[in-house]
């Protein structure tokens, strides 16, 4: 039992031995496990402690490169915004205002966008915070009072500055006073280009707005164009402005309100119609910007904005003062060349049926065109002075000119008020170019009516010939006349007297004759091709014409200038609103209905019109001839005269008949009054007036001409002179006839006329003798003596009696009728011995009996440099006469 107890006990113990060896051998295993572990924690703790430093530095790094790039990006696209912004909105539409100015758009450039601030991108350069307006659509302000306004100021600042002076209408409705940024913008008010409507007056504005819109629609879009950008872009013209209206609160919107309201938004921008609101409901629509402004920002919808300050008060007034200072200066005149045919096409047209040419540009921006032909004939322009008759003239007759040609086209040009802007159509001194269509030109005329006269006269003959030739063609107008002779010249004749009323002044002879001369080429030259063109700056002038109906109703083309006054008919007051340098055409005879209104070109400049006059110039036909012009102001020379130049001595013996010039008739062509010294009783000259240096000329050109009708030593020139003041152009006649001429003063006139008076006693073969007396009146007291048993004056009646029919004649200035007539023999001696006479300072009255025939006398009023001429062997009427110039 032991042993197995000790067994047991051994087994036991064995057991309990190797459990122990395995228990330490585990426990030294989990010891170093343990050992192990631990330092794999202590390990892993020390590496856990290194790991979040790393992770970290590498986070920032990726941060850092991000934002870098993004900046990077932002700066890119900023300044790819600011330069879109730039384009959207260029010059004076985002500008900032230190140095900003307008920069008016031409007239096919789209205005772009308004800056009203930048766009809040932190870190990037400032980005324009932009608002389409003009053309583009309508701005819907909220917010902060003073935010809005200068929204409102800056926004309209830049339209205005965008827009060519007068192009931008601001119309301002705001009822409860509160300026909302329009107050700068007063200036323009004085140039009608800011207008405000009282309270109650949102309705009207509104249907204004919106009658604008339907109107342009229809006559200027007319369906051609979506947009009046469009036509500008299409076209290059802009027919109408842009109308902006400025609504500021109010009370609540009626419904037919609200409904105006919505058609703007929908159809103004399109027609430069556009509203800016604050405090009034827009409707939803892409057209409108939203704007709320916080007291610390904006948002143009969902863009935050900060705003730029207000424009400076003395920017903003003196914008609006100098734009509104142009527009009332008027508008900038179209260019002179919009009038004419490209140089390709000059001289193209064919006047056989009518005379078209463009005046001016319409509202619509078409030209307005002005016709004469069958119908309407004749045109009478109107305008106070100053309103551009002239260059109205100077328009039309460059449009006709560069459209006809010489063949198909005259002019006659006649100026009676001073001037001489219608002499450059003649050739000139400092310019050899002449209009080759041009004729006649007369300036200066004033009180040269017989000048007018003599036009009129002048296209009466015309007219009789083309009645006879279309007669004689068996036809009526200037078409088919043309038609059936291709090769006879006919061309249309415009006839243009400008201050007309001045050819009617006055109830003469000359007066009479003109009226119904003017009355016959009005009724009967419409159908021949002579048209006229009356204009006046005097409602006198018109009523002239009043007095005779059927004459004015000829007169169908009526233009007025503006302010004119009864040129188009009584209750057509179209012209009362004209702006400067418009011209209301009408060819209805000044009825309402006819009514089309022109902006005329400048074409009155010379550089202007001188570029079309020198290519037309060298344009024309070889045989072309500069016009006749006719200088109210000149003096004439005699050397110069046709008749003059043509005056020639016979080979042998002595001119039957010579002839004494006196001076320039006053006609369409350049003629001398000639006086014929044939062998026969009573051909002596007196020269009457107290005028010398007239009277001197008179004497001077008739023995010049003389002198040429003779050869040197086969006449007498015997000069006296009793007058000093007279004695430098007397003693110059003698030294330049020479041997010819004797000198006889107060001592030796007697002598002369006993001696000549007792020369023709003989056969009168012998030469001729002239006998120049200058103020011979004054030599009573010499010829009161006796010579040879008879007294001077005794000599001198024998010699004016006897004279001329032995080739002895007197040329002789009185200083007066009553002197002449006592030295004739007394208020009551004949004076058929004097069968001319020339009158300078004479009036009328004194030249009646036995002197003119009928009673009374002529129609003449002196004037200076003029004289009357009667010719008793020739003469019905007297002929006004311009006498020649000194010959030194
Ligand atoms: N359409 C125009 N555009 C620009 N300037 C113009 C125009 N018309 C006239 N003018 C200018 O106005 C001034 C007066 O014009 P104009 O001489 O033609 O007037 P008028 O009516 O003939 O005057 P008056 O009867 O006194 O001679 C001139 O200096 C002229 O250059």
Not at 119 to 142: K, M
Not at 199 to 209: A, I, K, N, S
Not at 647 to 655: W, Y
Request: glycine fraction near 10%.
């Amino acid at each position: 039992m032991a042993d197995r107890r000790a067994q047991l006990v051994d087994r036991v113990r064995g057991m309990l031995a190797e459990a122990l060896g395995a228990s330490r051998t585990r426990l030294a295993t989990a010891s170093a496990d343990l050992a192990a572990a631990r330092e794999r924690a202590a390990r892993v703790r020390r590496a856990a402690g290194v790991v979040p430093e790393r992770v970290g530095a590498e986070r920032d790094r990726r941060l850092a490169e991000i934002e870098a790039r993004h900046a990077t990006r932002i700066a890119e696209l900023a300044r790819r915004a600011a330069a879109a912004a730039e384009r959207a909105a260029p010059g004076a539409g985002s500008a900032e205002w230190a140095g900003w100015r307008p920069t008016p758009v031409s007239r096919a450039e789209p205005p772009g966008a308004a800056r009203i601030g930048t766009v809040r991108v932190p870190g990037a350069e400032p980005v324009p915070a932009l608002l389409p307006l003009l053309d583009g659509g309508h701005v819907a302000l909220t917010g902060d009072e003073r935010g809005c306004e200068t929204v409102v100021a800056a926004l309209l600042l830049r339209a205005v500055g965008r827009g060519a002076p007068g192009t931008v209408r601001l119309v301002g409705y705001d009822p409860d006073q509160l300026g909302g940024g329009l107050a700068g913008f007063a200036p323009l008010g004085t140039a009608g280009l800011l207008t405000f409507v009282g309270p109650g007056g949102l309705g009207g504005l509104l249907d204004d707005l919106v009658e604008q819109i339907r109107r342009i629609n229809e006559t200027v879009l007319a369906g051609e164009h979506a947009s009046l950008r469009e036509l500008a872009e299409a076209t290059g013209r802009r027919p109408e402005p842009w109308r902006v209206a400025v609504l500021l609160g109010g009370d609540e919107l009626s419904r037919h309100e609200r409904g105006q309201l919505d058609r703007i938004v929908r159809a103004g921008a399109a027609c430069g119609v556009h509203l800016v609101v604050w405090g009034v409901a827009l409707p939803d629509a892409p057209s409108v910007t939203r704007v709320r402004v916080e007291p610390d920002g904006a948002w143009i919808g969902p863009l935050p904005v900060r705003l730029d300050p207000p424009p400076p008060a003395t920017l903003l007034t003196l914008t609006c003062r100098e734009v509104a200072r142009v527009v009332s200066a008027g508008p900038a005149p179209t260019p002179f060349t919009d009038l004419l045919p490209p140089p390709e096409s000059m001289w193209r047209e064919d006047s056989a049926v009518a005379l078209t040419a463009p005046i001016g540009e319409g509202p619509d921006g078409r030209p307005v065109l002005l016709t004469l032909g069958d119908y309407p004939p004749h045109a009478l322009i109107g305008g106070p002075s100053g309103t551009g008759k002239t260059n109205l003239i100077f328009a039309w007759i460059g449009a006709l000119a560069s459209r006809y040609s010489p063949a198909e086209l005259e002019f006659y040009l006649l100026d009676f008020k001073e001037g001489v802007s219608f002499a450059r159509f003649a050739q000139g001194r400092r310019d050899p170019s002449w209009l080759p269509h041009m004729r006649l030109v007369g300036i200066n005329v004033n009180t040269d009516r017989e000048f007018g006269l003599a036009l009129l006269r002048f296209l009466a003959e015309e007219l009789r010939r083309r009645a006879d030739a279309a007669k004689k063609h068996e036809v009526t107008k200037l078409a088919e006349l043309r038609a059936v002779d291709p090769a006879g010249h006919w061309p249309r004749i415009v006839a243009v007297v400008d201050e007309f009323q001045m050819l009617l002044a006055g109830r003469d002879a000359v007066a009479r004759e003109a009226a119904d001369l003017l009355e016959d080429l009005a009724r009967r030259g419409r159908s021949q091709g002579i048209h006229l063109v009356l204009a006046s700056q005097d409602v006198r002038g018109i009523e002239a014409l009043w007095g005779r109906p059927a004459l004015v109703a000829q007169f169908t083309l009526r233009i007025a200038l503006p302010k004119a006054l009864r040129i188009l008919a009584e209750r057509n007051d179209a012209a009362q609103s004209l702006p400067k340098y418009h011209a209301v055409v009408n060819a209805e005879s000044g009825l309402a209905e006819g009514n089309q209104v022109a902006r005329i070109p400048s074409a009155g400049d010379w550089e202007t019109w001188s570029g079309l006059q020198h290519r037309l110039w060298r344009m024309r036909p070889a045989e072309a001839a500069p016009a006749r012009l006719f200088d109210g102001d000149a003096v004439p020379r005699l050397v110069d005269a046709p008749d003059f130049r043509a005056l020639a001595a016979p080979q042998v013996g002595t001119p039957r008949g010579p002839v004494a010039l006196l001076g320039e008739i006053i006609d369409v062509q350049a003629r001398s009054a000639a006086m014929r010294l044939p062998r026969a009783p009573g051909r002596n000259l007196a020269v009457l007036g107290t005028r010398i240096d007239e009277a001197c000329a008179v004497l001077d050109a008739a023995a010049r001409s003389l002198a040429r009708q003779h050869r040197p030593g086969s006449a007498r020139f015997s000069i006296a002179c009793l007058d000093p003041d007279a004695d430098p152009a007397a003693r110059a006649l003698y030294e330049d006839l020479a041997d010819d001429a004797a000198w006889y003063d107060e001592e030796t006139v007697a002598e002369l006329m006993a001696e000549t008076a007792q020369g023709l006693g003989g056969s009168g073969g012998g030469a001729p003798h002239y006998l120049l007396l200058f103020a011979v009146d004054a030599a009573a007291g010499s010829l009161a003596g006796r010579v040879g048993g008879r007294s001077g004056l005794e000599h001198l009646r024998r010699i004016l009696h006897d004279g001329p029919e032995r080739r002895t004649h007197v040329l002789a200035w009185w200083r007066g009728v009553a002197r002449m007539r006592a030295d004739l023999g007394g208020p009551a001696a004949r004076t058929d011995q004097i069968g001319a006479w020339v009158a300078l300072d004479t009036h009328g009255g004194e030249l009646g009996s036995s002197l003119y025939p009928g009673t009374g006398g002529p129609d003449w009023y002196p004037r200076p440099w003029r004289g009357l001429f009667f010719d008793r062997a020739v003469h019905r009427t007297g002929q006004t006469i311009i006498p020649y110039g000194p010959s030194r």
